[in-house]
């Protein structure tokens, strides 16, 4: 074998990986896109790859009658208190963890992500009961609460890194030039790290948006999204939903998180602490 | 414009284990040029940054003028500062990096145009006001630094190894107008480097620091001359100073040094300071262009010169000098440096003429000067 066969067999071999790799992810979520809006008997015929006739109804009915609409209204509530909460909590953590040296530090960061260890299911059962006595049980709230807790890890390791990105520096400088330390923060180190916090929060926002467990645990009458179709699928309405209700939904499903990975792929790359300069 | 003053001034990290700063006493008069030079970790740049009031000293104090400024936060210092990264904010014009400082300070409007075009004008970048640093090369954003800094008309201004992020050509011509600026402006700076060459050019003073300590202090031209200790004299000056250890000898005509391969008589006048030093080990130092090779080039203004003997071990020629390494008896190296280019073999044997006017003695464990 020649050098020159060799350098296509292994471009073909790397291109094959790729294409496996980006079909694995892509085949699903066009499925589920076209099926969505396709009629059954399309994609019941053997000799029928690809539907060719569309209808809005499942989607309709799913959003409307079925009550996904007030999911999705949920969903937004829960994902920003969620975001608001985490942020909120998670920013000055994330500037602390970034900027200064504390005694501790290295444990406080472990904890930070050993927090994520606990599998959730564990605790299903005292967070209903604390929920309960706390009078916080199907309150959108209650959810919010208990997303913050899943998503703070992230927000604090996600802005810390964004804000180790910002150079120490730039903030010393508005300190040297007449502002406060705060103020140096609120002047310079935000503006400098909106575009990574921004992605911060719609991530943020999708984690809460694909929760299902917690809000099914948690809520009744007030479901979020997931919950909500969790429900609509596997039981409320007797026994399983037919295929065109599990098509509609995973679209829906899925939209939200296509419109952050557009917006956000750029950002994605600072968020996880490889700074591009 | 004000007189900066250290006292007793200290900066330890890890509960005392790293002395960064261990007690600098020194007086920045109003208007001067003052380099810190030091090697990296010296504790210059800390020193630095508990003069902006960064960093809060373990202990001492820092006065500009009668105001004790110890605790007080940068803001409120009246000060200026240039960065090593520029940290000319990314987020802005430079227009708005420059005007900056006089927003905050709540200038009024007008006269915050006024300031800002005069600083530009000062650096020149006027034409770069609309563009954003990441549109500038790096010398330009260093100016929009210096523009930022001297817009403030501070007290004092402060540089942190400004130069060092920008390429050998570009640092030459900077270094040159940033000493005309300050000449003009007459603002007490405060500047440090590892770059003794930038020391050298630009300091009205030089300050040399090393391990926390402040070694000596006066203009480049003395610290050069007349180093206080070894780290001093070989620190400044390249190539290094020649060391080589010697002990003093009585003999009859006077006092002499003598090691493997060399033997010069030093004039009388050295004998009460070299006395306790009969009979022991010394450190003796020569800088490479304060020797010459007899028959091959003079030394301008010697009064007093001695010969030592030497073998030609290899040639730098550098063009516009040559230096040449030469074997002084056994295994001492000592480097000469001459102008103009000297075709020497390597190999032959050599005079080399001592200019006794500039030679050091160091004591061997204080390493401090004795001459």
């Known amino acids: ?277 | 414009m004000v007189e900066v003053r250290l006292e007793n001034l200290k900066k330890y990290f890890g509960n005392g284990k790293v002395k960064a700063v261990d007690g600098i006493d020194l007086t920045i008069k109003d208007g001067e040029f003052l380099v810190l030079l030091g090697p990296s970790g010296c504790g210059k740049t800390t020193t630095l940054r508990m003069i902006a009031g960064l960093e809060t000293p373990t202990g001492g104090k820092i006065w500009f003028g009668d105001k004790d400024v110890t605790y007080f936060s940068p803001k409120d210092r009246n000060i200026s500062m240039v960065f090593q990264s520029y940290a000319v904010w990314p987020h802005m014009t430079v227009y708005d990096n420059i005007a900056f400082p006089l927003k905050i300070k709540k200038h009024p409007k007008d006269e915050i145009d006024k300031k800002v075009k005069w600083a530009a004008e000062m650096l020149p970048i006027e034409n770069l006001l609309d563009r954003y640093p990441a549109q500038l090369s790096g010398g330009q954003r260093q100016r929009v630094a210096v523009a930022r800094a001297i817009v403030v008309e501070p007290a004092v201004l402060l540089m942190d190894e400004p130069l060092s992020n920008l390429d050998a050509k570009l640092r030459v011509a900077m270094r040159a107008e940033i000493k005309k600026l300050q000449t003009k402006l007459k603002v007490t700076t405060i500047y440090v480097t590892h770059d003794q060459v930038e020391a050298m050019t630009m300091g009205d003073r030089i300050a040399v620091m090393n391990k926390g300590k402040l070694l000596q202090v006066g203009p480049p031209t003395e610290v050069y001359l007349k180093p206080n200790s070894i780290f001093v004299g070989t620190f400044i000056g390249a190539p290094e100073m020649n060391l080589l250890e010697v002990s003093i000898k009585e003999k009859e005509n006077g006092l002499v040094l003598e090691g493997t391969g060399l033997e010069i008589t030093l004039p009388e006048e050295f004998r009460e300071l070299l006395e306790r030093y009969i009979n022991k080990s010394v450190i003796f130092g020569i800088r490479p262009e304060h020797m010459t090779i007899e028959g091959v080039s003079t030394l301008e203004h010697v009064k007093r010169a001695r010969e030592i003997e030497g073998t030609v071990d290899f040639i730098e020629a550098l063009g516009t000098d040559t230096i040449v390494h030469a074997r002084v008896g056994e295994g001492n190296l000592i480097k000469i440096k001459l102008p103009g280019h000297i075709p020497l073999e390597i190999g032959s044997k050599v005079k080399i003429v001592v200019d006794l006017d500039n030679i050091h003695i160091f004591d061997k464990t204080t390493e401090n000067a004795v001459i």
């Open chain 1, 1 to 277: 074998m020649n050098e020159e066969t060799k350098f296509i067999l292994k471009k073909l071999v790397f291109y094959a990986f790729i294409f496996t790799v980006v079909a694995w992810i892509v085949i699903p979520i066009i499925i589920s896109t076209l099926y969505g809006f396709a009629l059954p008997k399309d994609y019941y015929d053997p000799k029928k790859i690809l539907p060719t006739s569309f209808t809005i109804k499942y989607v309709k009915t799913l959003l409307i009658t079925l009550g996904a609409l007030d999911g999705i209204k949920n969903s937004v509530i829960v994902a920003l208190i969620t975001i608001a909460i985490s942020f909120a909590l998670g920013i000055p953590a994330g500037y602390a963890v970034a900027k200064f040296i504390f005694p501790g530090k290295d444990t406080i960061k472990l904890s930070i992500v050993a927090l994520r260890m606990f599998p959730i299911p564990v605790m299903a059962i005292p967070l209903v009961i604390l929920y309960i006595r706390l009078h916080l049980i199907d309150t959108l709230l209650g959810v919010a609460l208990a997303h913050t807790a899943m998503s703070l890890p992230f927000v604090v390791l996600i802005t810390s890194s964004i804000f180790a990105g910002v150079s120490k520096e730039l903030e010393e400088a508005a300190m040297v030039f007449g502002l406060t330390r705060l103020g140096s923060f609120f002047k310079i180190t935000l503006p400098l790290a909106l575009p990574g916090l921004a992605a911060a929060a719609m991530f943020t926002f999708v984690m809460s948006w694909n929760e299902v467990f917690v809000a099914s645990i948690l809520t009744l009458a007030h479901r979020t999204l997931p919950a909500q179709i969790l429900s609509i699928m596997a039981g409320a309405s007797g026994g399983a939903a037919p295929d065109y209700y599990k098509f509609a939904a995973a679209f829906i499903m899925i939209l939200p998180a296509i419109t952050f990975i557009f917006f956000a792929r750029k950002y994605l790359v600072t968020m996880w602490g490889i700074t591009l300069k």
